[in-house]
């Protein structure tokens, strides 16, 4: 973002880097660093914010957070925009002790308080043309999408799509289909100008099991049968306890970290030694004594896949958080004959506690599924697929199955049934054994992102600065906001418009 602000600045315009995260005020990732060897001084962060909360004489404003909830609040209230900070509300995941929150439950919403301050003020004295965003994580990425939404002020957030490594750009944060996706699922296409989704669909529908729509790392790990090794486990673990021992005793003693234990939002070093050790124990568990059931349910099913916690998809893409709360919903509103399989993400298995397993397969007609089970296989062989948000929705609508979700992907506009009130209607359509509804507008959703994405290597240019696939990352993105930069010009807010 530095580097890409720097560019626009060399232009004339005025750029500022509003940094949200609480590891961008510790610098524990040297990020202050770049920016001095850059030269780069337009930035700001809300480390003044966090170190009022050791000041004692604090008390919540409550008349401010219901006056920002009226005036700004769309699509989340301010309960839920507490819970996508994965740090204040930690009853949802399972990082512990790696985040250490704050305890307090009044001293939460003042933390909060004092962000949505800050926010607003940024708005306020910036007053930006345009607000850019990478991604969707976590709380002031979201307070922004609330102003975006409530004032109308344009804000372009890069997301990756789900299909391969294109990324498109989007002016509704990616919370449910943005309005020129919808037109263009909505519009008259003829078959040569979606022959290349066509193929793409028939090639995903003839693939093996292992095949996904993009590869993420967990699902090569089930395309080889093997989620861990004990000499992985083993090597990861002594990795992790050098570099916590290694910080601790050499690092920079900064007070956000505490001497034992952080006094609010970071755990100290020590403490994420068990942390990562309680993940390591419970991934050796799963090797020498698998939780998990194989076979799949001998009985009609719907197929019901789990997130990695805490991410953009269950923080953002939803106002549901509690994935249990679901099952034990699900499950109680099934015909007799239905069983719901449930497959653990497997990027969860080690950090989500045993005990979370138990409960669910107490439940009768739930069977849990082992995550080296490939999620394509469980779709092909289910009557239909429910989510919160994931990939593996998208991917049932390319195979032809009925789908409900929770939240609001952004390919939404794709899905069948959406909530607790399309529950029976999606059921109905799994027992009569019915398709999805409009089968052509996957289609024309892959049409579009293969017509408007752009390949960006993401991890580089998260990781790798410097490196060639990063400059070309980079140049990707400067290319998707200078567009939307002359669109908010031009007053287009579509891109077949600014066309």
């Known amino acids: 973002m530095a580097v890409l602000a720097q560019r626009l600045q060399e232009d004339g315009h005025d750029v500022l880097v509003a940094q949200g995260d609480y590891y961008d005020f510790s610098d524990e990732w040297g990020v202050h660093q770049f920016f001095e060897e850059r030269g780069f001084d337009a930035w700001v962060d809300c480390a003044t914010e966090y170190e009022r909360l050791y000041d004692d004489s604090w008390s919540v404003d409550w008349k401010y957070l219901h006056r920002f909830e009226e005036k700004y609040c769309v699509t989340k209230n301010i309960q839920q925009l507490l819970l996508t900070d994965p740090i204040l509300g930690r009853h949802h995941h399972f990082r512990h002790p790696y985040y250490t929150p704050i305890q307090d439950s009044d001293l939460q919403y003042y933390w909060l308080e004092l962000l949505l301050r800050w926010s ?13 965003t990478f991604r969707r994580n976590y709380l002031i990425k979201n307070v922004f999408s609330q102003f975006s939404a409530a004032v109308g002020l344009p804000m372009a957030t890069i997301i990756r ?9 989007v002016r509704n944060f990616g919370y449910g289909t943005s309005a020129s996706i919808r037109k263009f699922l909505e519009a008259d296409h003829e078959e040569k100008e979606l022959q290349k989704a066509l193929e793409h669909v028939d090639q995903f529908r003839r693939s093996g099991d292992g095949v996904g ?22 090597v990861n673990l002594k990795n992790k306890w050098t570099s916590f021992i290694r910080k601790s005793l050499f690092g920079k003693k900064e007070r956000y970290r505490g001497i034992l234990k952080g006094d609010h939002f970071d755990s100290h070093d020590l403490l994420k030694i068990f942390f990562s050790a309680r993940r390591a124990i419970n991934r050796v568990r799963y090797l020498c004594r698998n939780p998990f059931k194989e076979g799949l349910p001998d009985r009609p099913f719907v197929y019901m896949p789990l997130h990695t916690l805490p991410e953009s998809s269950t923080l953002t893409l939803s106002t549901e958080y509690f994935e249990r709360d679901l099952i034990r919903y699900i499950a109680k509103e099934l015909p007799a004959h239905f069983a719901i399989a449930v497959k653990e993400n497997p990027n969860m298995v080690g950090p989500r506690p045993y005990g979370y397993y138990e409960q669910i397969q107490e439940i009768p007609n739930v069977r849990l599924m082992d995550p080296a089970v490939p999620s394509k296989r469980l779709i092909r062989r289910s ?5 919160i948000s994931g990939t593996a929705l998208l991917e049932a609508a390319v195979l032809r199955k009925p789908t409900l979700c929770f939240g609001h992907p952004e390919f939404e506009s794709v899905l069948d049934y959406r909530g607790h009130s399309g529950l029976d209607e999606f059921l109905s359509a799994c ?17 579009y992102i293969l017509n408007y994405g752009r390949d960006v290597p993401l991890r580089d240019v998260r990781l790798s600065p410097g490196s060639e696939k990063f400059d070309h990352g980079l140049e990707t993105i400067e290319s998707m906001i200078r567009t939307e930069m002359a669109k908010v010009r031009t007053g287009a807010k579509s891109e077949a418009e600014f066309r």
């Open 120 to 132: 607003e003020k940024l708005l306020e004295t910036f007053d930006p043309d345009l607000v850019v």
């Open 161 to 169: 799509s789900r299909l391969g490594d294109k990324c498109h750009l």
């Open 213 to 234: 729509l993009y590869d993420a790392r967990s699902q090569q790990r089930v395309r080889e049968n093997q989620l861990y090794t004990t000499r992985e486990i083993l």
């Open 383 to 387: 009557r239909g697929v429910v989510g």
């Open 431 to 447: 027992v009569a054994r019915e398709g999805p509804r409009d089968p052509s507008k996957v289609v024309k959703y892959i049409q």
